[in-house]
């Protein structure tokens, strides 16, 4: 059914006059206006985290985020203890989050109403599509007051709780997470276990977690159950939402490790041909040799290798001597009419594409071929399997891992295309659950080889980035 303006407004009831052509004295928006926009398919969404502390609500936004940036969303995360860190500079003892602290509950909610005007910002100002309220956000009262100034601002609001009972998982994420934050700096470890185990008690007292049968049953929302052993999800509205409610599903917080490589060098990379179904060469069958002997050095006994369906990868994972997978969607970008030509054969047959190309390369793509852009969509799978899995490695190709790369080091549909991916390079990334999403280590470099990087345009504003730059130097085999 079709809600009108007038009738949303007046179900809401509150402190507004609500004469359908009044303005919200603390929003300064037309209120029946915001109502309505409100169920328009494309307002922006405020996504608001819920839960006690060391529940993985900051490991989950930071990490939905990057995702939804991936995938073409703007997206932004506002953390309110980054407010109250500005707020109050010197963090003291738990005592600051007693709920009978009245002087520090005022800072606190100040804080929050603060970080709501930067959502507003972000999402009618700057171009954002969904920010990302990272707080506790334990009782009705302040959830209210965040549905409230949604629907002042024509915003759709989708909740995130999660719950955890179960005390290792509790202990283990206040050892890797909270002892490294910037509450605690420089601070014994047994001093900073006592310290908020106490403030988590202190949000204990008033914390009131959503209620799918009475209160919260309107409420479109998605409660993860002891870190995604169980899911409860309610009232999903839109398309977007049910992206969050898959990724969310998908995702866990053990421990594991990704490796990142290209295959071995080719025969159309020799010549310098793009795309095709050549095979190694010598050096890349020496490369694939390394390989192995990088994963026997390592001790890497338990790992998945995945590869495409085209020959080059699978000839660098059959050296392995180790089980491998091949995916269809791990492909090279294709090339379509350009497939086995050089960069000097493109620019001579098809200037006009050639030089449309280099004006927006991820957006670009080939007659009869494809962009970044669609590679981006069709690798969205790959995403949800290496969030899930253990430790991978994933044998692919030049474009396919900048994909995979920008995914995980949270870069630009600008800075994408032209991220440098050497190769006989492994990269590996390891997700921490605090600050930096990923962890980076040298890979290995077994011989020359071509480069097959093309520089960005002459006064673009992308520039070539490399993985590489974050590593010490990686070591020769």
């Not at 965040?146 to 994420?173: G, H, L, R």
């Not at 605090?434 to 011989?447: E, M």
Request: charged share 25%; hydrophobic share 35%; net charge neutral.
């Amino acid at each position: 059914f079709f809600l009108s303006p007038s009738d949303d407004v007046a179900s809401r009831g509150g402190h507004h006059n609500l004469n359908g052509h009044d303005k919200c004295a603390v929003c300064d928006v037309n209120v029946s206006c915001a109502a309505w926009a409100s169920y328009m398919t494309n307002s922006p969404t405020v996504i608001v985290m819920i839960g006690l502390p060391a529940r993985g609500k900051t490991y989950m936004s930071k990490k939905l985020t990057r995702y939804l940036n991936w995938i073409g969303v703007p997206t932004k995360v506002f953390n309110l203890g980054v407010y109250r860190r500005e707020a109050v500079r010197a963090y003291k003892s738990y005592d600051f989050f007693r709920h009978d602290n009245q002087e520090a509950m005022k800072i606190r909610k100040q804080c929050a109403l603060v970080a709501l005007q930067d959502v507003k910002a972000y999402l009618t100002e700057e171009g954002g599509q969904i920010a990302v309220f990272d707080a506790t956000n334990t009782t009705r009262e302040r959830r209210d007051l965040i549905q409230d100034f949604v629907k002042e601002n024509s915003f759709k609001v989708f909740f995130v709780e999660s719950v955890c009972d179960d005390p290792e998982v509790i202990a283990a994420n206040i050892l890797e997470v909270k002892v490294s934050s910037p509450d605690y700096p420089e601070r014994h470890r047994e001093r900073v276990m006592d310290d908020f185990l106490k403030r988590i008690e202190c949000y204990k007292v008033t914390y009131q977690p959503l209620d799918p049968d009475n209160y919260d049953k309107d409420l479109s929302f998605i409660k993860v159950i002891n870190v995604g052993r169980r899911f409860l999800v309610n009232r999903v509205q839109d398309y977007i939402q049910s992206k969050i409610v898959y990724y969310l599903m998908n995702i866990h917080v053990h421990s594991h490790s990704i490796y990142l490589c290209r295959h071995g060098e080719s025969n159309h990379n020799v010549e310098g041909r793009i795309g095709g179904d050549s095979e190694l060469s010598p050096r890349g069958k020496q490369f694939a040799h390394a390989l192995r002997s990088f994963i026997e050095e390592h001790q890497l006994s338990d790992l998945k290798v995945w590869t495409s369906q085209l020959r080059r990868t699978i000839q660098t994972a059959e050296e392995l001597r180790a089980p491998y997978e091949q995916w269809k969607i791990l492909n090279e970008i294709d090339a379509g009419v350009c497939e086995e030509m050089s960069y000097e054969m493109i620019q001579n047959t098809f200037p006009e594409e050639f030089a449309l190309r280099d004006q927006d390369k991820y957006h670009y793509r080939y007659p009869g071929g494809e962009s970044y852009q669609d590679l981006v969509q069709r690798l969205e799978p790959v995403i949800m399997e290496l969030e899930r899995q253990g430790n991978v490695l994933v044998v692919c190709h030049q474009a396919v891992m900048r994909c995979l790369l920008a995914y995980f080091l949270d870069k630009s549909a600008e800075d994408l295309p032209y991220m440098k991916c050497p190769l006989h390079t492994v990269l590996k990334l390891t997700p921490v659950a605090y600050g930096t999403p990923f962890s980076y280590t040298g890979g290995i470099v077994t011989l020359p080889c071509p480069v097959t990087t093309r520089s960005s345009v002459p006064g673009s504003t992308a520039q070539a980035t490399s993985p590489g730059s974050l590593l010490p130097p990686p070591h020769q085999l």
